[in-house]
């Protein structure tokens, strides 16, 4: 190595590599960022539609309400005519490993149409199937009049995963919260479609 | 050495996995399945490969008593940019592999092909040997990957080939170590003959 | 968040060695020994309790600058400072200590757990979980380090005692050394799975 190790050069080496790769990423962070963002959003569009009816076409911005001291993101949809169709609202349950992020939809009467998992980080075999079709396909056409959200081990209406009670719990219950938001929100006054 | 043999050597001789055992936190965690243990070795095998042609290039101005932070600070920010690139082009798999993108950094292939070959050779060797190692780690995730995925699932990348589950304990932990263990006994059986 | 639930599941329930993977290479390299294992998880409680409280404040320094991408680049400097700053500490106030851990500390840098528990607890106290629940503050997080450390410790101690043991029977050619101790680790990982109902 033709450099030595003196305070100075060791100093300044250090400090020109972290000077340069910090730059460098703030570099590429910039240019990725609009691709990241865009990523997100239509995972996040896809997710609405794939929740909702489909005479659903008009998606509204994303409004939050407040409830019971939390905060939570929905989106409102209309069909051709103007009328309102559904809502699909954002919970995140704790499950086995972490929040399981969850966009419920709701048609106009209250009954869920679908659901769908955004974020996991469930035990993989496990918990993680809760994005199968096989779990989530008993959420769709679900009205919470008629059946509880609850796993049957509970004395509810879901089936459980195999050995993951903890996840399709949190799942339920997830649900089971979205549609109290979803009572909270049609009991306010509908915004209307501008 | 042979450019040729660069690339081979990581393959069977030096396999990361099954000889030099290294890099055993990802190889365990991401191996769920044949694509995960897939897209982690592809993931690692592109830091390598930069890491090891960025360090190779600025060796020689490297004080010897900071070379190890430098090389760090060096892997950590080749990890940062992979994780933008996948995070907007893949952001599946980004998800999937989660927390053991960032843990790439420790990672200790990586560090160890630095300061073992990458500081001592040229750009176009330490390219080589990154790529040979990385291909030698990709490979032995997707067959821990597949095997694991066979046993525990019952499917093959993907495709199910038996109805409902497999051997479920495949998919968790106890699995994982026990999977390992036995591809490493079959492959010192078919080197040592 | 409880106190008491956040360290039972950091210790038995998502042990960090037998069910999250961190920490793989120094529960398979310095396991052969039941006192070199225990001179490893004291290192390792040690750091990873100290490093996590460090990111952890580090992180909402980067996050009010709208710098969370140097997030990987420097919390991986800032445990590399901080493992160095502690062998130097240590050498200096207590050279007993030193000469029990010392061994281990230049190692546990590239120890992926004491990054990953970093970076695990950074994810969970982050604003984008919507609800408050499973969110730390600087008390859960520096809680939940230390337990999931001393999970660490368990597992290791453990293994280091089967281990033990297993040295002296005799054990087909090829299973010799790795291949033997992950069969061993695999039911132990069995064993902790019982524990999976238990939160």
Known sequence: MAVQSSFKNMTVCLFAICIVCS???????????????????????????????????????????????????????????????????????????????????????????????????????????CVEASFSEQFKGFDPAQKKLAVKKDGGDVDAITASTITSRAYADGVALAVKVFQAIAQTPMPLNE | MGKFQLITKGLIKENPTFVLLLGMCPTLATTTSAINGMSMGLATLFVLVLSNMAISLIAPYIPDKVRIPSYIVVIATFVTLLQFVMQAYVPDIYETLGLFIPLIVVNCIVLGRA??????????????????????????????????EILGSGSMFGWKFIEGDGILAFVLAPGAFLALGYLIVIFRKLTTK | MEYILIIISAIFVNNILLSQFLGVCPFLGVSNKLSTA????????????????????????????????????????????LVQMVEIVLKKIS????????????????????????????????????????MFNLGEATIYAFATSLGFGLAMVLFAGLREQLALNEVPKAFKGIPIALVTASILAMAFMGFSGLV
């Open chain 3, 38 to 81: 225990t001179g490893m998880s004291m290192a390792v409680c040690f750091v990873i309790t100290l490093a996590t409280v460090v990111t952890f404040l580090l992180n909402s320094l980067l996050a009010k600058f709208g710098l969370e991408f140097l997030q990987t680049i420097s919390f991986i400097l800032v445990i590399a400072a």
């Open chain 2, 115 to 148: 300061e073992a070959f990458a500081n001592k050779n040229g750009v176009v060797d330490s390219a080589l040997d990154g790529i040979g190692i990385g291909l030698g780690f990709t490979l032995s995730l997707t067959v821990l990957g597949l095997v694991r």
């Open chain 3, 95 to 134: 050279p007993a200590l030193y000469a029990s851990l010392g061994i281990f500390l230049p190692l546990i840098t590239t120890n992926c757990a004491v990054l990953g528990v970093a970076l695990t607890v950074v994810q969970k106290s982050s604003p984008f979980a919507s609800a408050a629940d499973g």
């Open chain 1, 23 to 129: 730059s460098l990423l703030a570099g590429v962070y910039a240019l990725t960022k609009a691709p990241i963002d865009a990523a997100a959003a239509a995972k996040n569009e896809a997710a609405i539609k794939e929740v909702l009816p489909e005479t659903a076409v008009t998606i509204e911005e994303e409004r939050t309400v407040d409830f019971e001291g939390a905060s939570y993101a929905y989106n409102l949809a209309y069909d051709e005519a103007g009328n309102t169709v559904g809502c699909a609202i954002n919970v995140a349950p704790v499950g086995f490993g972490g929040p399981i992020s969850i966009k419920v939809g709701f048609d106009a009467s209250g009954v869920i149409w679908n659901t769908k998992v955004l974020s996991q980080a469930e035990t993989p075999g496990l918990g993680a199937k």
